[in-house]
């Protein structure tokens, strides 16, 4: 299974609800992704974990935040987003270990739109 | 830090003619370069990647690259373009782990 999964595909909330966004695979990666991509620009890093601990954030707002229950699973928490918020949300995942020349595995995304 | 620029932000071509798409990297260490290509509303595949060792890289879909340290570019190229090609392409560049960093994007429009 060389697959990164992400649910749901499309997502519109309101400024004051909660969503999560889910990201799962099974390739043994300990090390997982979110990124957030804009339309016409490249994806933009935002939270990295590897080995199911928080080691890289991008200095996102607080309104995102992010969850790793196990190796498999990621999951990003949504609260109080503004329509600014709205974008395409990718998750990735790799090999932490073995130098930086990992390759990131995709998932499809989730297009966001908050109104 | 390491970063990468992509020289052109679109590419048009016709079918079956080759096609170059450009990216120039900056680091101040070793690098570890990619490019991605991503189709409308999907995530990013990996078309190819230079750790090290011979400095051209075949990757799929029939797309090379080669690894020029001087010019300190990572060029793509296709000799022969389809339809199907057209997509965003995006170069990027890693220098410690789980640190990727992409570049704008190449939309790249192939005509029939």
């Known amino acids: 299974d060389t697959e990164v999964t992400q649910t749901p595909k499309h997502l519109v909330m309101g400024m004051t609800n909660k969503k999560s966004l889910k990201c799962e695979q099974h390739?043994?990666?300990?090390?997982m992704y979110w990124y957030k991509q804009k339309a016409k620009k490249p994806p933009e890093l935002m939270f990295v974990?590897?080995?199911?601990?928080?080691?890289i954030n991008e200095s996102v707002p607080s309104r995102f935040s992010p969850e790793c229950p196990n190796s498999s699973l990621l999951n990003l928490h949504l609260h109080a987003l503004q329509p600014e918020d709205s974008a395409l949300y990718l998750c990735?995942?790799?090999?932490?270990?073995?130098?930086?020349?990992?390759?990131?595995?995709f998932g499809p995304g989730t297009r966001l739109t908050v109104l | 830090a390491q970063s990468v620029t992509q020289l052109d932000s679109q590419v048009p071509v016709f079918e079956e003619a080759p096609v170059e798409l450009r990216c120039n990297y900056s680091?101040?260490?070793?690098?570890?370069l990619f490019w991605y290509v991503q189709y409308p509303n999907q995530g990013l595949q990996l078309l190819l990647k230079?750790?090290?060792?011979?400095?051209l890289v075949k990757g799929i879909n029939g797309f090379e690259a080669e690894f020029n340290k001087s010019q300190t570019s990572f060029h793509l190229r296709k000799p022969s373009v389809h339809i199907s090609d057209t997509a965003e392409y995006f170069c990027?560049?890693?220098?410690?782990?789980?640190?990727?960093?992409f570049g704008a994007g190449t939309r790249l429009t192939v005509k029939p």
């Open positions: 230079y750790l090290s060792g011979s400095t």
């Open positions: 990735a995942s790799s090999r932490p270990r073995g130098g930086p020349g990992n390759e990131q595995f």
């Open positions: 390739m043994g990666h300990r090390a």
């Open positions: 680091s101040s260490v070793s690098v570890y």
């Open positions: 974990y590897s080995y199911e601990k928080l080691s």
């Open positions: 990027a560049v890693s220098e410690t782990a789980n640190d990727m960093r």
